[in-house]
């Protein structure tokens, strides 16, 4: 069952009706039995990144999340704050990261160039280079919606599966094998936003029978 973990912030339902549109069940969950019945995770998130970790602290599911992502290999896909939170630490607060990916958050720094307006919102075109997160089902130029104030910089590039840029480039998505984040949502970018669910349900589907 295709997990969505509810930690009281994110767009939870929009992402369960798309997934719904791709013909994928799902449920939303904040328990640890739940997550133990998990054959994938989708860690959304719109918000503050000290909140974040801390809703995640308090609900128990911190220390589950970890056993399941780092030594089950569940897949696990994050989704804007809730991709932040894969990383080690942010600008935006003091807590530590869950730190699955090689990378921090860091926020939009225009010193030296035109400033523009932060939050980055709205649609962006995106440099795809990871092929199985945005091949196929992906269409012609790729472009996602984006609401962030906060980006991430990887220690490796080839942990960026796409770079977008604002101002600064930035990676727009990053992988860590059966850990994907990606900074947009593709919950709100249409055609563009399922192709890349569709691809990772794809490969969910893959390393299922591969197991």
């Known amino acids: 069952m295709i997990t969505i973990v509810d930690y009281g912030l994110g767009n939870l339902g929009s992402v369960a009706n798309m997934l719904r549109r791709l013909?994928?069940?799902?449920?939303?969950?904040?328990?640890?039995?739940?997550?133990?019945e998990a054959s994938a995770l989708i860690l959304p998130g719109v918000g503050h990144w000290d909140n974040g970790m801390q809703q995640l602290e308090a609900r128990g599911l911190v220390d589950v999340?970890?056993?399941r992502v780092l030594r089950e290999h569940v897949p696990v896909l994050g989704i804007c704050l809730g991709a932040q939170l894969l990383a080690r630490r942010s600008d935006e607060g003091s807590r530590p990261g869950l730190g699955w990916v090689a990378a921090d958050v860091r926020r939009f720094d225009f010193t030296g160039r035109p400033p523009l307006a932060v939050p980055h919102m709205g649609w962006n075109d995106v440099e795809p280079t990871d092929a199985q997160m945005f091949a196929g089902h992906?269409?012609?130029k790729t472009r996602f919606y984006f609401v962030h104030s906060f980006h991430f910089v990887v220690d490796d590039e080839r942990t960026a599966a796409?770079?977008?840029?604002?101002?600064?480039?930035?990676?727009?998505?990053?992988?860590?094998?059966?850990?994907?984040?990606?900074?947009?949502?593709?919950e709100k970018s249409h055609r563009f936003g399922m192709g890349v669910?569709?691809?990772w349900l794809g490969?969910?589907?893959?390393?299922?029978?591969a197991a």
């Open 23 to 36: 013909g994928h069940r799902s449920r939303i969950a904040h328990d640890e039995a739940s997550l133990n």
């Open 65 to 67: 999340l970890n056993r």
């Open 138 to 140: 992906v269409p012609g």
């Open 162 to 186: 796409a770079w977008a840029t604002y101002g600064e480039r930035f990676p727009a998505a990053v992988r860590a094998g059966h850990i994907w984040g990606v900074q947009f949502h593709p």
């Open 197 to 199: 669910l569709e691809n």
């Open 203 to 209: 490969w969910v589907e893959g390393a299922r029978r």
